[in-house]
């Protein structure tokens, strides 16, 4: 007698950027306990939940269509049956968590986690658990993110625009008319500065923070 296979967790991840859709389903389908799905909105994400039933976790994103602030947050709960629904972002203020977790959210998760750290807040949040990240809890640090997030320099601007625009390093150097090596220590200063891991992420942090 065989046994059957485990079920995976089923994730609904909501966010209006592309990118950040495509990056959370290719990692997530990669893993053998997750099934990811994606929606551009919150409307579409409540036609999902309602036209698939509930989700084991649902991540929105604070700043998408139909959010209306941490509200929207509230609507998903309703949709998903008493089963967990956490907020997506990347640079929540300390009044936005606390909003969130009096409506009964799962907690936070910032885009700019490490793709490790983010399968196992997943799965700590779809167990029942409430998250929010260290960085977050420390009000000192929250302060900063509120604070220091306009500090990009007029040429790290001009490189953040054309990452957002998918150039690599070369191309970068090249529009700028700068070595590819002073591209590189742009983009190290860059996600640096955004909190990001990471690129893609730093250009994820930059939009939600409307820097392009």
Do not use: W
């Amino acid at each position: 007698m065989t046994q059957s296979e485990p079920t995976k967790l089923r994730i609904l991840i909501a966010d209006d950027h592309a990118m950040v859709l495509e990056m959370f389903k290719q990692y997530l389908s990669n893993l053998p306990d997750m099934e990811a799905h994606t929606a551009p909105d919150l409307d579409a994400a409540v036609a999902e939940i309602d036209r698939n039933g509930a989700f084991d976790l649902v991540l929105v994103d604070l700043n998408m269509p139909g959010m209306n602030g941490v509200s929207g947050l509230g609507k998903a709960l309703e949709h998903n049956a008493g089963k967990p629904v956490g907020l997506l972002t990347s640079n929540p203020s300390s009044h936005v968590v606390s909003e969130i977790l009096s409506l009964g959210g799962a907690g936070v998760i910032l885009k700019t986690a490490s793709l490790k750290d983010l399968a196992n807040e997943i799965r700590f949040m779809a167990a029942g658990g409430r998250y929010v990240p260290v960085e977050l809890i420390d009000q000192k640090r929250v302060k900063s993110r509120e604070t220091g997030n306009a500090t990009l320099s007029d040429r790290e601007m001009a490189v953040l625009d054309l990452l957002s625009e998918g150039k690599q390093n070369r191309d970068i150097g090249e529009t700028l008319g700068i070595a590819e090596a002073t591209v590189k220590m742009h983009v190290k200063s860059i996600c640096s500065k955004l909190g990001a891991n990471n690129r893609t992420q730093a250009v994820i942090v930059a939009r939600d923070m409307n820097l392009i």
